[in-house]
């Protein structure tokens, strides 16, 4: 098979990845895409930084054999813990991780603080903090832990009353108060982008990794000389390692709305 023709591979610890692969879907439409989506041993959010390395592995292995001629690995806690590594291992493929969009909400200048919803992981992690030191005389940023706001996404549930109590006790310190932006720095996050929405006001802006990591992942391809230019429209594989009807009903719902193929 020509490379050119070859599948994008994206990785993330459940569904949550999918809002990325959506904004490649979009960027890309000609492209074809596997998606691995690891359920059964989420949330990485929880985990030990060794425990999420070797898991990331396993993914990207899997997503190898398939031919994958790039990687994707959309999920901030695994890229925190794996895509230095994972690159030295795999020289000749594109790897591209995904990370808190926190330059772009630095640059829109907005007064109040900026807030970055977050897995514990990714806020413990080193990359995150050099991130947050490198703005940390450009803007007030507070960081968010969200435990378990991902397992609602996991379940299906990106509405509904338990998410929007959530949402209103995380932010019922910030009651009045302005807030400047918020980032989404879990790929679950964007499926609730609009319960915060609703709950906070449209004013907020209210950024995610999504789009800038599918640009740096058409960039990558082009340098490569790997974009797919069939006239065809690319098609998606989804797998998850829960291997159950429901996760893949899920999964198929997230990324296409009502709409399942």
Known sequence: MDRKNRPIGFFDSGVGGLSVLKEAMKLMPKEHY?????????????????????????????????????????????????????????????????????????????????????????????????????????????????????DFIESGKIKGKEVEEYIRHKYEDFNGNKIGAIVLGCTHYPFIKPVIEDILGRDIPIIDGGLGTSIELMRRLEIKGLINDSVMEGNVEIYNSLKEENILKISKKLLYGNDCR
């Open 34 to 150: 596997i998606y691995f989506g690891d359920s059964k041993n989420a949330p990485y959010g929880v985990r030990e930084v060794e425990d999420v390395r070797n898991l990331t592995y396993k993914a990207v292995e899997f997503l190898m054999k398939k031919g994958t001629k790039a990687i994707v690995i959309a999920c901030n806690t695994a890229t925190s813990a794996a895509v230095a590594a994972l690159r030295i291992t795999y020289p000749g493929i594109p790897i591209v991780g995904i990370e808190p969009a926190v330059k772009p909400a630095v640059n829109l200048k907005k007064q109040g603080p900026i807030i970055i919803m977050a897995t514990p992981v990714t806020l413990r992690e080193k990359k995150f903090n050099n991130l947050m030191e490198k703005y940390r005389n450009q803007a007030e940023i507070i960081p968010m832990p969200c435990p378990g706001l991902m």
